[in-house]
């Protein structure tokens, strides 16, 4: 590639004109004149050795090759951005927070927005047991939302099952036992979230227990699972309060008995933060009326 190219501006000159099919408008959403954002498109076109855009009296359309190359340039310019986000959020003081999945973007924005009330200023990353622990021990976070067995747990909250529709009352495993004339086995659905040996490993015991098929007890991603439970008959094994944020139906699991368990990590020098931030994590992932014991079984 030629010395001479600058291939940060070039990306994004090429990006912005992609986009918007035009050099005109493309130069001014990102703030330069349109002979410039031509030079720049035309000196990475050079360097890569191909056009990579069509131009014609009416509109810019790309090329095979402009096809091939744009989500390349587009991850540069994501790169680049990412970059810049992150010595803003040094400067600011952000502390990133790994968290589960489940809470949908108003209640983090909320979480946030109170957090920053109280003088800490934070950002979320998403991600599945693993990936959070992972992301803490290699100071990719400031804290990390972690799973725990239910002796251990800060936060608790019975496990269940949601569905479309069905029974009221606890839910007992022997449900899933299929009849003589029920053509298919219903499976139950389990998540990341609660793929981890407590919870895991009690309730393939009791699937065993219950002469229950290998497959009629599952681990999936999030999506998947309450895809199954809103297409099918299948069953999402949840909380409460993850059961209404689906959207589906709800009872307590009493056969086994399971609680999902969450902890918060953090560095040494991060404490403090975690000590303000420990209740307003607690009540977006365990809300109050999601922390009751299961109903005893019949």
């Known amino acids: 590639m ?20 035009s050099f005109t408008v493309g130069a001014a959403s990102i703030a330069v004149s349109q002979p410039v954002v031509s030079r720049r498109v035309a000196a990475l076109e050079r360097a890569l050795g191909g056009a990579l855009l069509e131009r014609s009296s009416r509109r810019v359309s790309l ?7 744009l989500p390349v340039a587009e991850q540069v310019v994501a790169a680049v951005q990412a970059l810049h986000d992150g010595a803003a959020r040094h ?24 957090a920053l009330a109280r003088g800490v200023a934070v950002e979320t990353r998403p991600g599945d047991p693993d990936g959070r622990r992972r992301a803490l021990a290699g100071d990719l976070v400031d804290l990390a939302v972690v799973t725990a067995p239910a002796d251990v747990a800060r936060w608790t909250s019975p496990l269940g099952v ?11 495993l022997t449900e899933l036992r299929r009849g003589r004339r029920d053509r298919t086995a219903v499976t139950l659905w389990g998540t990341a979230e609660d793929d981890v040996a407590h919870i895991r490993d009690p ?5 065993d227990a219950h002469g229950l098929a290998l497959g009629q007890v599952r681990w999936t991603s999030t999506v998947v699972a309450v ?27 009493v056969d086994p008995a399971l609680r999902r368990g969450h902890d918060l990590l953090a560095g040494a020098d991060r404490r403090h933060a975690a000590d303000l931030l420990a209740p307003l994590i607690g009540e977006l992932l365990h809300p109050p009326d999601d922390t009751a014991g299961a109903p005893d079984a019949d």
Do not use: K, N
Request: net charge positive; with cysteine; hydrophobic share 50%.
């Open 203 to 207: 309730l393939e015991r009791a699937r």
């Open 162 to 172: 949601a569905a479309r529709g069905g029974a009221a009352g606890p839910f007992h």
């Open 227 to 253: 895809q199954r439970a809103i297409g099918t008959s299948d069953l999402v094994l949840t909380t409460a309060a993850d059961a209404a944020r689906f959207a589906l139906h709800w009872r307590p699991m």
């Open 63 to 69: 090329t095979r090759y402009g096809r091939t190359m």
């Open 2 to 21: 030629a010395r001479t190219l600058d291939l940060v501006p070039a990306c994004q000159a090429f990006v912005a004109v992609a986009r918007q099919e």
């Open 91 to 114: 400067r600011e003081g952000a502390l990133l927070l790994a968290l589960p999945d489940g809470p949908e973007i108003v209640e983090i924005a909320y979480l946030a927005s109170r």
